[in-house]
């Protein structure tokens, strides 16, 4: 059985030669990751893509009508980047879009994997609830004060839909591994191979040399053992580097753990089968004694104003933690009369050498923008003239990139759940729908 991995995350595009060179073969299934936590809780909490509309669209409408012609499932996983109802409505729109354009016909199935904040509470308050850190344990205030609230789903909702026989799967927030594992799994073959495969193929061509995430990676599944080689004839898949994606993201380099068990690797073989392709054999599936889902949820706490700077001064950048003590005094003193200290946070982040410059970001998170971007300004100018001992020039101490010098940023959420729960069964949190397009 063939499998296509279109490109590492949907919209970051691909080689249109190598689609094409994918498919010159028969393919069984194609499938793509269009999301991730890696950007932070911002795009979970304001319901927008972290990719670009037009990137995304143009990578579905060249590989879609190709799948639909080999009767290839496409199956796609984490929508719109973080995999919540607006994200899948998004992009559902973008896929409607080009079927119009394009006079395409087929079957669509949709995984909503929201959940709500009674369902985490009445999982909190049954002791079902597991801390994935000590550092962020989870309680009712929490939950309550999340914006929204997503499951990440494994291979079981797919297999559903798969069985319904449908052409395009388009889910919510999915276990990278489950868009490529289940059609493994569909079709009866080895579960220590099928999550083994996926997980290495997950982000395109990643495992391959020269690295490329913006890429199509081919999988072949056997009986005893797969193949992974990549589409573009300019990559090779080498066992070092197929071996090294395999620990990518793993606190354990011979365990991946997901929501249906876990793949063992310790008698795993990689095998250089060409100039071009290794095969991988020995991955063991074990079934879960306890069946778990993750739960990413995300609170609103502020609002941003943040203003770029460089140093170029040796002595300014000599005297940097005097100077932001200096102005962080400052604007304390200056607001006390009409801001909470509590309504706002300074912070610098800074990157660059004391011998050459400093480059700098005033960090300012208020309660409301208003607050934000006065903080800022304060912060910005005081920084810009502060005096220190031992400084020669009334000149300013920061270079500005941009003008205007401040940039309004919106909304700051952060993560609030970020937890394990147990489940009675792992298609709980799934909302599955079919249509015809």
Not at 150 to 159: D, F, H, R, T
Not at 299 to 325: F, M, Q, V
Request: charged letters at 25%.
């Amino acid at each position: 059985m063939k499998i296509v991995a279109l490109t590492g995350i949907l919209g970051y595009g691909y080689s249109e030669e190598a689609l094409n060179i994918a498919f010159s073969e028969k393919v069984d299934y194609i499938g793509v990751d269009a999301g991730s936590t890696d950007p932070g809780p911002y795009y979970l909490g304001s319901g927008k893509s972290f990719t670009n509309r037009d990137a995304v669209k143009r990578d579905l409408a060249l590989a879609i009508p190709k799948a639909l012609e080999h009767k290839a499932p496409f199956i796609i996983g984490s929508a719109g980047g973080a995999g919540s109802k607006e994200h899948v409505n998004w992009l559902k729109e973008i896929i409607l879009e080009i079927a119009k354009e394009q006079g395409l016909n087929f079957k669509l199935g949709i995984v909503y994997t929201d959940v709500s904040k009674e369902y985490v509470l009445e999982k909190y308050n049954n002791g079902k609830v597991i801390n994935m850190s000590s550092e962020m344990p989870l309680c009712e205030e929490t939950v309550k004060n999340s914006s929204r609230i997503v499951s990440q789903i494994g291979a079981s909702p797919i297999l559903e839909l798969l069985d319904k026989k449908v052409d395009v799967i388009l889910c919510g927030r999915t276990c990278d591994t489950a868009i490529y594992a289940s059609p493994c799994i569909h079709e009866g073959y080895n579960m220590g191979l099928a999550f083994h495969m996926a997980k290495i193929m997950e982000c395109g061509a990643m495992c391959s040399e020269p690295v490329s995430a913006a890429d199509v990676m081919q999988g072949y599944m056997y009986d005893d053992y797969f193949e992974l080689r990549p589409a573009n004839p300019i990559r090779k898949c080498r066992v070092d580097r197929v071996a090294a994606h395999t620990l990518y993201e793993q606190t354990n380099p011979y365990l991946i753990f997901e929501p249906d068990g876990i793949c063992d690797l310790t008698n795993s073989k990689f095998v250089q089968v060409d100039d071009r392709t290794v095969r991988v054999s020995g991955s063991v599936f074990k079934e879960a004694e306890k069946k778990t889902l993750k739960l990413e949820g995300v609170k609103l706490s502020g609002y941003r104003t943040i203003s770029p700077a460089t140093i170029y001064d040796t002595t300014t950048i000599e005297n940097i933690d005097n100077i932001i003590k200096i102005v962080t005094d400052f604007v304390k003193e200056n607001t006390k009369n009409t801001l909470s200290p509590d309504s706002y946070k300074i912070d610098f982040k800074m990157s660059g050498s004391k011998e050459s410059s400093l480059g700098i970001i005033i960090n300012v998170i208020g309660d409301t923008q208003e607050i934000a971007d006065t903080v800022c300004a304060l912060v910005r100018s005081r920084m810009l003239h502060c005096d220190y001992e031992g400084r020669k020039c009334s000149a300013g101490n920061l270079a500005f990139p941009f003008s205007p010098s401040d940039i309004h940023a919106g909304e700051v959420y952060e993560f609030s759940v970020f937890h394990l729960v147990e489940v009675d069964s792992l298609v709980e949190t799934a909302k599955i729908s079919v249509e015809e397009v």
